[in-house]
């Protein structure tokens, strides 16, 4: 059983950045691939970014591209989500999954979840 905590989120303004956290616990971290999903009010889950067990993949939705930076350190059983020049639209609650070694972007294939970070930009 895996347990994962995020933190890093809060109140900043358009332009700002924010760097997220994701720490695991319980299981091998560096056996899973690590994604960063959101949810808004009223929205579905959506992807972010994803990683793979061994960082030699990484996937960004196209909303995020270029402003955004997944990485992980498998010594400190952590995930990052750098996210640069955040725009209103970022705001959502942060959740990261974790799931067996291949990373991927659809939310049903991952195993464990995390309670969330809420990121909220003001214009």
């Known amino acids: 059983q895996v347990q994962l905590v995020e933190s890093g989120g809060g109140l900043v303004q358009a332009g700002g950045s924010l760097r997220l956290s994701c720490a695991a616990s319980g299981g091998t971290f560096s056996t899973y691939a690590m994604g960063w999903f959101r949810q808004a009010p009223g929205k579905e889950r959506e992807f972010v970014a994803a990683?793979?067990?061994?960082?030699?993949?990484?996937y960004y939705a196209d909303s995020v591209k270029g402003r955004f930076t997944i990485s992980r350190d498998n010594a400190k059983n952590t995930v990052y989500l750098q996210m640069n020049s955040l725009k209103p639209e970022d705001t959502a609650v942060y959740y990261c999954?974790?799931?067996?070694?291949?990373?991927?972007?659809?939310?049903?294939?991952?195993?464990?979840w995390g309670q969330g970070t809420q990121v909220t930009v003001s214009s």
């Open positions: 990683i793979s067990w061994n960082s030699v993949d990484t």
């Open positions: 999954g974790a799931k067996k070694y291949i990373a991927r972007t659809n939310a049903h294939e991952y195993d464990y």
